[in-house]
DNA sequence: CGAGTTCATCGTGAAATGACGATAAAGCCT
DNA sequence: AGGCTTTATCGTCATTTCACGATGAACTCG
């Protein structure tokens, strides 16, 4: 097997059309989940963190941000549960990085009004 | 004077280009500041509101909402707070109607990331 | 003036959020 | 195996948010 991938974690890049409406019932409260997964100043400095750096990060950000490191945690797994970021366990660490797909839905659905 | 203005309360549009940064500390908590104000279904429901009707609505919102009428000027405050909605008085109603200069910067602040 | 609207604000209680330290789980290295 | 590192989860506490009814302020109209 080809063991030599330094941090393959994020998704080659999904391309395909998001065919969901940006309007109605489903869509409000798509984005008022996904707004509010990023209302939070110190999520939004892990999602820029993680659209600098291609290669994913993951115990750095903690190194980052002042904040305790069950905190950052908590934080991350907003993230994840909003499906904003992905991740993935890699020996003994955890590798994240953004779900490209997902953002651009946030886009779309702020884009929709 | 021209007292013949049905719902004069939005402003003519502003077209003039936002020179702030849509990086660093600044931009994150202003982003983070905005997504918070809709990250809630019932503001997301507002703003959409507001959108469709080019004219401002007012005490409409509590007819289509079903929250009391209390609760959603608690919502409006949100919004306004956050700069997202502009809110006019209007003899003894309030005339709302978005801002879209702010929520210009909101999708530039997303798009940066 | 006085009654009736319309909306904002106050006070309150239940629930969610944010932060932390402590602890547990899982993997690496010698 | 044993120790070390890395991360997730738990428990806790303080603060904030959300929703409501009640009250108050401002305006219109008869």
Redesign the interface.
Known sequence: MNSDDPAVCCPPADDRPDLRPV?GDEA??E???L???????A???I??LL?RRASCVCGEIVDVLPLAQSTVSQHLKVLKDAGLVRGEIDGPRTCYCLDPRT?RR??AL????
Do not use: I, N, T
Not at 35 to 41: E, M, Y
Not at 110 to 113: A, C, I, K, R, V
């Open positions: 309007e409000d409260h984005l008022a989940a707004a509010k997964a990023v209302g939070h100043p999520r939004v400095q999602l820029r659209s953002m946030f886009k702020l884009g929709g009004l």
